[in-house]
């Protein structure tokens, strides 16, 4: 497989001196139809890549905010199947590269192969699925690899360099990395111990990073003076959303971060 | 690959921050478990503590009607009324060798609550149970037995609020606790290496019963039987005849109300093949892969999914499951109060019940062996309510 097109986005921001953005919206979220007009306005304002969130009925790594944004997407109709269909249907692709990210559950019923089959017409580059670690991951991975979309894996703090190098060796995209050892949704502050992990991680895997879970102000960024490449933040973003006012807004604060 | 795995299922489908706490439970199972001083001093405190060996008991009344020999393996009899106390018994002499401070736990009905708070207080740890927010107002006086004993009881508002989601939360709070605290797992389920870790606790009940069983009759039984939800009293009981073929093993499912549209639990004969809770097993779900809410009349078999193992043992024929219906399982649970004098939990009645309704077709002379994995005083308000509704 060629350079992802995730890996590029996440270059060019760097090139372009800045880190890059990647905004996390639950598939369906606030509604079927705000949905679309919010993923427009995180396309325009500056997104470099966009994590749609794919519902599921038990999701163990997230915090009440995303869970109560991705229970109330299932009581809504919201499916897997729905968040292809609508990328498909789309007149014109956006400008910002997508990623699908949800529990493996949902992609393992729709089928392997004919999900990366699906995916990749309707224009995902990847996949993040938080319950599937280095160990479980080879067939959704080599499913992925054919239609040429990445398999984006999680590590965190607790990460140690060896698994580190075991996870180098199949990773591809960028790399997610979690700040806290905890579920999403924001916290006050970073550890001080990320700083040194990630800069470990950086020299293990070879990829970009994104820095994800507990990110809340582009100040906290700034403290870890460009350690991390891009910045994914959601339960932020869902408040935000969830109070009425657009994503726009949102991505404004954090553009030239 | 593998390692993990019973055949097709099993697995370790957990966020890459639990793998870390996970293979350190792995390295403990493989390294601490097998040695003499770590089985000296659980054998003593389950003989001392725990009151084992529990009885294998023949019904002399219920014998004599169905024309077979009727066995009980009364792990009701153990300290704390049920089979929960033989892992939370091994998990906290573990968690305490590896240095944990904590005993964490995820209960329904709460029985499996009692037994980590029990253990967590005679092993001088610390306790936390979460529990669906339903729960804790359904099982109210198990709530008060784990509060008795010094544990603290989170109860869990989100998705269902029953078993599953405490479940999710337990899992989520070890993400963050992991330093101090072991997640006893309370069922042979969830991800690796806790299906094993369980079945390794579990196992002295069929180890007892077959030595029991031979002492008395001179040979193995024909049919050894019990119900169920997460499977770790099955799993306790089956392991030891797993490799005896002429052993007949049968699981027995929850079918609920066995009313079109019931949310019942049993995945082992309705479910399709899923990931849940670190796991690929059985599953009620929709084809979209969500998760089904499950019922039965017996809250610890209210499970939308199955240990792995089990899954196995019936892809590959060694295990039969079957189902019993609510009302099924009421009949068989007064049937053994009038017959033999014993109270039997609702989980077990199932067990019971599917004998009792197989009885023509189970051989004259045959000798059947029950788990009877608990006592039923924690049924009382079913029963009440049962008896209220006419059922009963």
Redesign the interface.
Same mark, same amino acid.
């Given at each position: 497989m060629g350079l992802s097109i995730l890996t590029q986005k996440i270059e060019a921001a760097r090139a372009a001196g800045r880190t890059a953005l990647i905004p996390f919206l639950p598939g369906g979220y606030p509604d079927q139809t705000r949905f679309w007009e919010e993923m427009e306005g995180l396309d325009t304002s500056g997104a470099d890549i966009i994590e749609i969130g794919v519902p599921?009925?038990?999701? /163990?790594?997230d915090? @009440?905010v995303v869970?109560?944004a991705s229970?109330a997407c299932?009581e809504h109709g919201i499916?897997?199947?729905w968040i292809l269909d609508g990328l498909k249907s789309r007149p014109t692709r956006f400008q910002a590269a997508i990623v699908l990210m949800g +529990? $493996?559950? @949902?992609?393992?019923? $729709?089928g392997l192969e004919a999900f990366a089959s699906d995916a990749a017409e309707a224009g995902v580059s990847g996949c993040i699925i @938080?319950?599937?670690?280095?160990?479980?991951s080879?067939p959704l991975r080599e499913a992925l690899a054919k239609k040429g979309l990445a398999l984006v +894996?999680? /590590?965190?703090?607790?990460?140690?360099p060896e698994?580190l190098d075991l996870y180098a060796r199949h990773a591809a995209g960028f790399v997610y990395f /979690?700040s /806290?050892?905890?579920?999403t949704g924001v916290r006050e502050l970073l550890p001080e111990e990320i700083a040194g992990r990630l800069k470990v991680a950086k020299e293990r895997l070879g990829l970009p990073i994104a820095l994800g879970f507990g990110l809340k102000s582009p100040d906290q960024l700034k403290a870890l003076g460009g350690l991390a490449d891009a910045a994914v933040f959601g339960s932020a973003l869902i408040s935000h959303v969830k109070s009425g006012r657009p994503a726009a807004e949102f991505m404004a604060r954090w553009q030239g971060a | 690959?593998h390692?993990g795995y019973f055949g097709d299922y099993g #697995?370790?489908?957990?966020?890459? %921050?639990l793998?870390?706490p996970l293979l350190e439970v792995e390295k403990a199972y493989e390294e601490i478990v097998p040695t003499k001083s770590f089985q000296d001093r659980l054998n003593q405190v389950l003989r001392d503590f725990v009151g084992r060996p529990t009885p294998l008991f023949r019904c002399p009344n219920l014998s004599a009607e169905l024309g077979f020999d009727l066995w009980l393996k009364r792990e009701d009899l153990a300290h704390t009324g049920a089979h929960k106390i033989n892992n939370t018994i091994g998990q906290g002499l573990l968690a305490k060798m590896m240095g944990k401070t904590t005993l964490m736990a995820e209960t329904g009905a709460g029985q499996h609550g009692v037994a980590t708070a029990t253990a967590a207080a005679m092993l001088g740890l610390k306790s936390v149970v979460f529990m669906g927010a339903i729960d804790v107002v359904r099982q109210a006086h198990n709530v008060h037995r784990m509060k008795l004993m010094g544990c603290e009881v989170i109860p869990v508002h989100? #998705?269902t609020q029953t078993l599953?989601?405490a479940i999710?939360a337990a %899992?989520?709070h070890w993400?963050?606790e992991?330093a101090s605290t072991h997640y006893c797992f309370g069922t042979a389920a969830g991800p690796h290496p806790f299906p094993l870790l369980v079945r390794a606790f579990q196992s002295v009940i069929g180890r007892e019963a077959k030595a029991q069983m031979l002492a008395a009759t001179g040979r193995l039984p024909d049919t050894v039987v019990a119900c169920v939800g997460g499977g770790s009293n099955a799993i306790g009981m089956f392991h030891e005849f797993v490799p005896h073929p002429e052993v007949e093993i049968v699981g027995v499912e929850a079918a609920g109300t066995g009313e079109p549209g019931c949310f019942h639990s049993a995945p082992l004969n309705v479910g399709t093949d #899923?990931? %849940?809770?670190?796991m690929l097993t059985k599953?009620l779900?929709t084809?979209?892969?969500?998760?089904l809410p499950s019922h039965s009349i017996a809250p610890g078999l209210d499970y939308p999914g199955v240990g792995p193992e089990h899954a196995h043992l019936q892809a590959v024929g060694r295990a039969r499951y079957e189902s019993v219906n609510d009302s099924q399982a009421l009949a068989a649970f007064s049937t053994l109060c009038r017959k033999e004098g014993i109270l039997p939990a609702l989980e077990s009645s199932h067990a019971l019940a599917w004998v009792l309704a197989n009885r023509e077709t189970i051989r004259p002379g045959s000798q059947v062996a029950v788990c009877l994995s608990g006592r039923g005083d924690k049924d009382m308000g079913i029963i009440a309510e049962a008896e209220a509704k006419g059922l009963m």
């Open positions: 599921f009925s038990d999701p /163990v790594a915090g @009440p869970e109560e229970l299932l499916s897997l199947q +529990y $493996y559950n @949902p992609f393992l019923q $729709y @938080p319950d599937l670690p280095l160990e479980e080879a +894996y999680l /590590v965190g703090l607790n990460t140690e698994r /979690v /806290v050892l905890g579920t | 690959m390692k #697995g370790m489908f957990v966020p890459e %921050l793998m870390p989100s #998705g599953k989601d999710n %899992l989520r993400i963050s992991q #899923g990931v %849940l809770h670190g599953l779900q084809k979209e892969g969500q998760i």
